[in-house]
């Protein structure tokens, strides 16, 4: 990325510059070339490299400091707009994208499709159009229908990211654990995921945060185990790993899938699916799945219990788990703020050439 930087007055004591991580040298001896981010977009973490994924796990480093600071912001996007566009009710990504953005100096323009002309049938294209039209820098999108990121990255000329499409993806979720599994595991540790055992537990058929997690972690070299219920973990639900040839097993019993497990990820039932007649019933599913004490005490004594959110307490765990000492959720939402500042600055910055002001 070129160091191209604008030239305004210098920054206060307590608004430092950004640090530069958008390119940094490997510390494995055996590949002393620099990594650099070269992405325009995030659509999903199944095209991301190892070393991307330690590009955006080192540069959320960098704006976990950043958020540390007495006054937790940085100049790197003032005077430069990004517009959120969420077609599915958010509060955790909706908000933390936008606390990122302004984290970072940023405007946010949130469009909110049931009162926009999307009610009158404008198109995603047209949205996207008009919204980069007016001057926007990035679009945030979250769509139910799987793939409608890669249409709007299409019709677009500026970086589009992906806040979940349908069953399809959700790469900053999916990054956003991560992080959280390394803030935990690093240590003196070269890879810390490498070789982890890590659980998702649950509707995996229809999870997009499933999906992403389990690109981002066997890219790390983690082992994956999926565990549900027979028809919402078909074995099709791998097809798209073993082509690529990632290796991600799947399990019907919770008992083998937390086994030894260095982290759970258990994710949240939708109630519909049980209207769909993939569950004979509710108490059937917390009967045979939900995460309580004694099943979660078969995994590793120090596993990390954790959950995408909005949790169905009762259902997927137990309240006593989702407080308890192991569940790192709150965690999770509090790094989510570093990682997509992280993205945002990962990809604004290095289509743009525009540095931090100095």
């Not at 950004?18 to 095209?47: F, G, I, M, S």
């Not at 039932?269 to 599913?285: A, K, N, T, V, W």
Request: net charge negative; charged share 25%; aromatic share 4%.
């Amino acid at each position: 990325m070129a160091s191209t930087t604008r030239t305004t007055s210098a920054p206060r004591k307590d608004e430092e510059t950004t640090p530069r991580p958008a390119t940094v040298v490997a510390r494995d001896e055996e590949h002393q070339a620099q990594r650099t981010w070269r992405r325009r977009d995030l659509l999903d973490v199944d095209v991301l490299s190892a070393d991307e994924i330690e590009i955006v796990m080192e540069t959320a480093d960098a704006m976990q400091e950043i958020l540390s600071r007495q006054i937790p912001k940085a100049p790197t996007l003032r005077g430069r707009t990004v517009a959120t566009i969420f077609y599915e009710a958010s509060t955790r990504t909706r908000a933390s994208f936008e606390w990122a953005v302004k984290a970072l100096s940023g405007d946010v323009v949130n469009l909110a499709p049931s009162t926009s002309s999307v009610t009158k049938g404008e198109s995603l294209i047209d949205t996207v159009r008009t919204l980069q039209s007016m001057g926007a820098g990035s679009i945030v999108l979250r769509h139910p229908e799987s793939g409608a990121a890669a249409v709007a990255a299409r019709h677009a000329n500026v970086p589009v990211i992906n806040a979940g499409d349908g069953r399809h993806a959700h790469p900053t979720q999916a990054l956003l654990d991560l992080y959280t599994m390394r803030a935990h595991w690093r240590g003196d540790e070269r890879d810390p995921i490498r070789g982890r055992k890590v659980a998702v537990v649950g509707d995996v058929l229809h999870s997009r945060v499933a999906r992403s997690n389990a690109w981002a972690l066997t890219a790390m070299g983690a082992d994956v185990v999926f565990c549900g219920p027979p028809t919402l973990t078909p074995d099709e639900i791998t097809e798209g790993f073993r082509h690529a040839g990632r290796t991600v097993t799947v399990v019907n019993d919770v008992d083998m899938a937390l086994d030894g497990a260095d982290a759970v990820i258990a994710l949240r039932l939708q109630s519909e699916r049980q209207i769909q007649g993939l569950l004979p019933s509710l108490r059937s599913y917390v009967r045979g799945y939900q995460i309580d004490a004694e099943r979660l005490g078969r995994a590793k004594s120090d596993v990390l219990l954790m959950h995408p959110g909005p949790i169905n307490e009762g259902v997927e765990v137990t309240p006593e788990v989702a407080a308890g000492p192991r569940s790192v959720v709150q965690e999770q939402v509090q790094h989510g703020i570093a990682v997509r500042m992280a993205v945002l600055y990962l990809t604004m910055t290095g289509q743009s050439e525009v540095g931090p002001a100095a």
